[in-house]
Structure formats: structure tokens, C-alpha cells
């Protein structure tokens, strides 16, 4: 088989299983290894966590770029196209070069089903196979790494990485990797390798006797947040360490905590850049469907929150916002349906205006799919456009309107409202 567009690649991608029975590493290994081990020709930096991966990932890459290093970036989901999944510099990949990639990989993938009829591959195993090709080709210095789901099982857990980063633990993906926050803790902790550093986040005290455990275990160093670096958050961003002290423009709080683990990954990695030019690197990241702000008044923010800890997280900014602008929160909301949605519902102030919808995708929560309670508080509109378009109208200029629970309802109001020059505004 041989590709010729970009969208025959992608329609292929997603045409594969998403889980194989047992979970293991050993598929994407044989391929790596038929392929010439890609992996291990570019440093990489591999980071995971509940919350947090995607944005730390970012503000990394960015630093890295700022540094002068040519820098490959892998991270998940995507909000506008498949492209932005795999980057170098900050460009998404081509679709040139995700079509030559891609024949690399499937005229490997099918040698090796040719020498076992049982070889296979899930959908993102090809793609973390695509990522490590597309960054060896490009002779990359650096590639930041972004783990799917978890870390010990998740495919990208192949690398010896410079620096290991996990941002935040929290329950998401329980069925998966849990049930409990120690079994997360647990599972993320298997990114730490043997005598490399980990940079530790906002993780929870109860699973930080686990993490330094593993890093105990293969003589790792452990960097964390709160012991040796630290973060302030009043009218600007605070980061400071034993060296140096660092003032970043305002975000949203939980954004403070992934700005200074990636400070604190990046000098790891001793690449010469002032503290000026870290400051600008940082301050010129737009990190797709992350905070990000679509109008500014009324002010419409679309933020792919997706569980409690990052709906928690967002609904704090929002309301404290709310409380100064003496406005209304609305909220246009869908789910998966394998979230635990009574909790996340609960968040939200008896005062908000929460209209839920829902997206074509089979996993994404229909109207009988959330709990009966939050059928009867909230109204539900399945045609997530008019449901935009109902709160939209209904802001008062102090009103806030928020779009999130899911990237994939972010997605598909950035793509429907063409608004490619959203940004990420601090706030």
C-alpha cells in the first residue's frame, strides 16, 4: 500500500484498532526496531500527567526554538488539523512530508505482517511511529515528547529521555490506568528512567512518596515544585529557583504550574538563553484550545477542560472573573461519556447558565448519557452551532461564556467560527 495524500494517511490512521488485548510495548518496539530505532537518534524530554502534559509541552518546545535548537514536537489532540500533532519549530508537519513519513512506516509495518500474521498496530503506535521517523529525518536536536495515557504502558514510553517531566496527578482514565490515584501515580511514575532527572508539578502529596520511590530506584534527581523552584501568581507570573527569578505576563493559574515546570525542564538541558529571552519564549506561547480566547467582550473562552481536575481548574479563573465583572457565567459544555460527569456538573454555581450538546463522535456524551440530575438543571441542545449561538446572543457585556469538556467541541467551534487567530490571553 502507498499513500499519495495526506488525508489517505489519516483516514488510514483512524481505521486502525485503538487498543490491543494485552498492554504491552512490544509491537511498537519491533516496528522501532525494523525502522532503525528513530527514536534514540534525537534527545528527547518525555512528559506526562493528568493535566497540564499539553501546555508544559508547548512552553518547552518554545524554549527550546528560543535556544536556537531545531525542535520536534509530539502532543494530543488536535484542534484544527491532524498536522499539529507532529511539529518541528513550531510548524506542523506537511503534507508532503506526513505522506512520505507515513510510506516509511507502512512499508515496514507490512514487511513485518508479512514475517507474522499476528503483527499489528494500533492508532497510535503508528502515530508515535510517524513522530520518531518525521524527527530523525529532520535531524532534530531536540523532541518533546508527550505521553497518550499514562506513562509505563503508553507507546511513547520507548525513549530514553534528558529530562522527565509529570505535571499533575488526578483521576482521568481510571477504567484504563487507575482505579485508584496511587495506581496513576503508579503508572505515570514508569517515565522516570535510570539516572535522569524528573521534574515534578502540582502532584499531590499523597503520591509523592510513590514518585520518589521509582526515582530512588533508578538514582533519578528529583526537581519539585514547591522544594526547588517555585511559582507566585498576583498581577504577573513569579517563577524562581536558586539562580535565577523569572516574570511572565498573567495567566490562568494552572498554567503558572506547567510555565514553571517547563522553565525548570529547559534549565536542565544548560542551552544558553538570558533570562529576558526565556521570558519572552514563554510569554509568546499560544497553546491551542487551551485558554484560549475567541472574543474579548463579552469575553467567549474555549479551554478543552476534560475532567475534574481541569474543569476545577478552569471554573476557578472564571469565577473569581465573574465576581470582579459583577457578571453572569454561561457554558456551553459536552463530555465523553466515560467521565465522571456528576462531579464535574457539581462544579459548577447554581447561578451559571450550563447548556449541554453534543458532537457526532461515538464516545461523546448524548442527551440521555448524563445523569438525570443534570438532565433536569441543565437544557440540552444537540446541535452544538445553535447552542453557540443561544448563549452567545444572550451576553451582557460583564458575562463570561465558556466552551469546554471536551477538545473535540473546541475543535469544532474554532473550525466552524474560522477563527484561526484566537489567542491565548493572560488574564
Not at 488539523?81 to 512520505?100: G, W, Y
Not at 499523597?206 to 526515582?215: D, E, G, N, Q, T
Not at 484560549?292 to 474543569?311: F, S
Request: glycine residues 4%; proline residues 4%.
Amino acid at each position: 500500500m502507498k499513500f499519495t495524500k495526506a488525508q489517505e494517511v489519516i483516514d488510514y490512521l483512524y481505521a486502525l484498532p485503538h487498543l490491543h488485548p494485552k498492554n504491552n510495548l512490544s509491537f511498537i518496539k519491533r516496528l522501532l526496531l525494523e525502522l532503525g530505532n528513530p527514536q534514540d537518534l534525537v534527545k528527547t524530554i518525555h512528559i506526562t500527567g493528568t493535566n497540564g502534559k499539553g501546555s508544559t509541552s508547548y512552553y518547552l518546545s518554545n524554549l527550546l526554538k528560543k535556544a536556537g535548537q531545531k525542535t520536534g514536537l509530539f502532543v494530543s489532540p488536535y484542534v484544527y488539523e491532524f498536522n499539529e500533532r507532529i511539529q518541528l519549530n513550531n510548524q506542523n508537519i506537511s503534507d508532503q512530508d506526513l505522506v512520505k513519513t507515513a510510506n516509511i512506516v507502512q512499508g515496514t509495518y507490512e514487511k513485518l505482517q508479512q514475517q507474522d500474521s499476528t503483527f499489528s498496530l494500533v492508532t497510535f503506535e503508528y502515530e508515535v511511529a510517524l513522530a520518531f521517523v518525521y524527527f530523525a529525518q529532520k535531524k532534530c536536536d531536540y523532541a518533546v515528547i508527550e505521553v497518550g495515557i499514562g506513562g509505563e504502558h503508553d507507546k511513547t514510553n520507548v525513549i530514553m529521555p534528558e529530562v522527565s517531566v509529570i505535571t499533575t496527578i488526578g483521576l482521568d482514565h481510571e477504567k484504563i490506568i487507575g482505579p485508584t490515584i496511587q495506581d496513576i501515580a503508579r503508572e505515570k511514575s514508569g517515565i522516570i528512567k535510570a539516572k535522569r532527572p524528573v521534574v515534578l508539578g502540582n502532584v499531590p502529596e499523597v503520591v509523592c512518596p510513590i514518585l520518589k520511590s521509582k526515582a530512588e530506584e533508578e538514582h533519578a534527581i528529583v526537581y519539585q515544585l514547591g522544594r526547588d523552584f517555585s511559582v507566585l501568581l498576583d498581577n504577573q507570573i513569579v517563577y524562581q529557583d536558586h539562580k535565577r527569578k523569572l516574570v511572565f505576563a498573567l495567566r490562568p493559574q494552572v498554567e503558572a504550574y506547567d510555565i514553571a515546570v517547563a522553565c525548570q525542564a529547559f534549565f536542565l538541558l544548560k542551552l544558553p538563553l538570558s533570562n529576558e529571552e526565556v521570558e519572552t519564549a514563554i510569554n509568546q506561547t499560544i497553546i491551542p484550545g487551551r485558554y484560549q480566547i475567541l472574543r474579548e467582550n463579552p469575553l467567549i473562552i474555549l479551554d478543552g477542560a476534560h475532567n475534574i481536575q481541569a474543569m476545577s481548574n478552569l471554573l476557578a479563573v472564571v469565577h473569581r472573573m465573574i465576581q470582579q465583572k459583577h457578571g453572569k457565567l454561561y457554558a456551553l459544555v459536552t463530555m465523553m461519556k466515560d467521565k465522571d460527569l456528576e462531579q464535574v456538573f457539581s462544579l459548577f454555581d447554581d447561578k451559571d447558565e450550563v447548556l449541554l450538546t453534543t458532537l457526532s463522535y461515538p464516545r461523546v456524551a448524548k442527551k440521555d448519557d448524563f445523569p438525570i440530575d443534570v438532565q433536569k438543571r441543565y437544557n440540552y441542545e444537540k446541535d452544538y452551532r445553535a447552542a453557540f449561538t443561544q448563549l452567545r446572543d444572550h451576553l451582557g457585556a460583564n458575562d463570561i461564556l465558556i466552551v469546554s469538556g471536551s477538545f473535540y467541541l473546541v475543535s469544532a467551534i474554532l473550525n466552524w467560527k474560522g477563527k484561526r487567530d484566537a489567542r491565548t490571553r493572560a488574564r
